[in-house]
């Protein structure tokens, strides 16, 4: 081997030659069939730049947005974390409607979903809130109140993205009807 081509990446100079690789080392003739692992990429991934900062943006909307829910709504200590309850149904409705007008409804911009899904509906909904919630009920002894709110909270959300996806596809059949 030349120095202009050093030989698969990662692998070690053997023997005296420092330019040799061991045999072991050499990728098989045919690459497609043995593609490298992730950590032996020929190229770096480009980083979607606009994508990161589009949902770096929106999550900080959306956990903004949350904790003014909060403000507006305290849960008192001890009692059942409703407002929790109701940011992660809102939320999950939010998302149902976003989905279908994104992907049924007019085109809209690349950027339009990371911001909106996965960024502010994203940080507006607080999953590991829920879980420290039921975590909290079942240490005060509250257990039978804890397996409700998991149930209640799972049940609701998967009702309210379901019927968040039917309404938005209720609307735009009314307006591609005019």
Do not use: K
């Not at 339009?112 to 590991?128: D, I, Q």
Request: charged content about 15%.
């Amino acid at each position: 081997m030349s120095s202009d081509n050093p030989g698969p990446a990662g692998a070690e100079p053997t023997g005296s030659d420092p330019d040799s690789v061991m045999d072991s080392d050499v990728e098989p003739p045919d690459a497609d069939a043995h593609p490298p692992a992730p950590t032996e990429s020929r190229e770096s991934p480009r980083v979607p730049v606009a994508i990161v900062a589009v949902v770096s943006v929106g999550g900080v909307l959306g956990a903004l947005a949350r904790y003014g829910a909060g403000l507006l709504w305290p849960t008192a200590t001890g009692s059942f974390p409703w407002t929790t309850f109701a940011i992660n149904v809102i939320g999950c409705a939010a998302i149902g409607c976003l989905q279908v007008a994104a992907t049924e409804g007019r085109p809209v911009h690349r950027l339009v979903r990371p911001f909106l899904g996965t960024g502010v509906l994203g940080g507006f909904t607080t999953f590991s809130t829920y879980c420290v919630d039921i975590e909290q009920l079942v240490d005060r002894g509250e257990a039978g109140t804890a397996l409700a709110y998991l149930t209640a909270t799972i049940t609701a959300a998967m009702v309210a993205v379901t019927t968040g996806a039917w309404v938005a596809r209720r609307v735009l059949a009314l307006r591609s009807r005019r």
